[in-house]
């Protein structure tokens, strides 16, 4: 499967933005959906994940309470919606796809190229 993220941009702090992740090739009722981040001179963490059936999500505490992982009824697209961005959520974000649910990122096999989300305070 091909992931294609998309939706970044420049925000201002207590903004909102949602990021998109597009499957090409198959569709994610085959896979576990993670999103993932990489801040400047950080390693890339975890963000918010969403089983495959999409009745199970799991998020970063950081983000919890402002950041909503979802998926389309189609099944070809996983959201990110973000509110109340700081500035310390400026990052590149990837989508992610594997046949695991969770947050270790060695079990997510497919990437998407990132976005890059900038806030400003």
């Known amino acids: 499967v091909q992931l294609q993220a998309s939706g970044g941009g420049l925000v201002q702090a207590g903004d909102s933005l949602r990021l998109s992740c597009a499957a090409s090739?198959?569709?994610?009722?085959?896979?576990?959906m993670g999103w993932f981040r990489q801040a400047p001179g950080k390693e890339r963490e975890f963000v918010a994940a969403?089983?495959?059936?999409?009745?199970?999500?799991e998020y970063v505490d950081s983000v919890k309470g402002r950041f909503t992982i979802s998926g389309d009824n189609a099944k070809t697209t996983v959201y990110l919606q973000m509110s109340s961005l700081k500035p310390e959520d400026t990052a590149v974000y990837y989508c992610?796809?594997?046949?695991?649910?969770?947050?270790?990122?060695?079990?997510?096999?497919?990437w998407g190229q990132g976005t890059l989300v900038t806030v400003s305070s």
């Open positions: 090739g198959r569709t994610f009722s085959d896979y576990n």
């Open positions: 992610a796809a594997g046949p695991y649910f969770g947050k270790l990122e060695y079990t997510y096999h497919y």
């Open positions: 969403v089983s495959r059936s999409g009745g199970v999500s």
